[in-house]
């Protein structure tokens, strides 16, 4: 079983819609909680962390359930430029970050 | 501000060759994180530098080893290329300083294609 589990996707959605992306992790030691956005053929870049109490920033919502073991990530109002790779990240301490297999989003005109 | 910087960009070699990878971290940076990421998924993590010693290491085999020098740039080396090392190689850079804030500065690449 993979550390990181996340739907690779691809989800196509509509411009306007609202999208969920669902990620699970396997060790219950897991401190830290993040996703990364990748954008095809470029680096990774933090978009928010995720806090048990849940965040919101902007557009997006990231939720934790650390009893599941679930991350989630949720996006409204989809733009054409939200369209990239979404990388669910967990870390077990300072040094050691683990990415999901990430999920694809095309938003459509 | 010069964000993290790899080279080269692109390099092709053939199975069994050597290849060596560099990163110059962000200003600032004391730590810096290397990262295997091949087509279609995630990036894996191979190992991390802090004041110039390996602090933790992924599932890589030996074939895989890191440097850090005191101005905190880092190579990665890879000997006896297999086919399957094909891959975008990811610099990461981070301060040692700071714990579990999420923020990895990741460099553009190196991608790495073996014959």
Redesign the interface.
Known sequence: RKE?E?D?GPFNVPEGATVAFNCTYSNSAS??F?WYRQDCR?????LM?VYSSGNEDGRFTAQLNRASQYISLLIRDSKLSDSATY?C?V?Q??????????TRLKVLA | DAGVTQSPTHLIKTRGQQVTLRCSPKSGHDTVSWYQQALGQGPQFIFQYYEEEERQRGNFPDRFSGHQFPNYSSELNVNALLLGDSALYLCASSSGLVVNTGELFFGEGSRLTVL
């Open positions: 990181v996340q690779p401190q830290s993040f470029k680096e990774p870049k933090l962390s990388l990240v870390s301490g300072t040094y050691k970050y683990i990415f999901g297999t990430g």
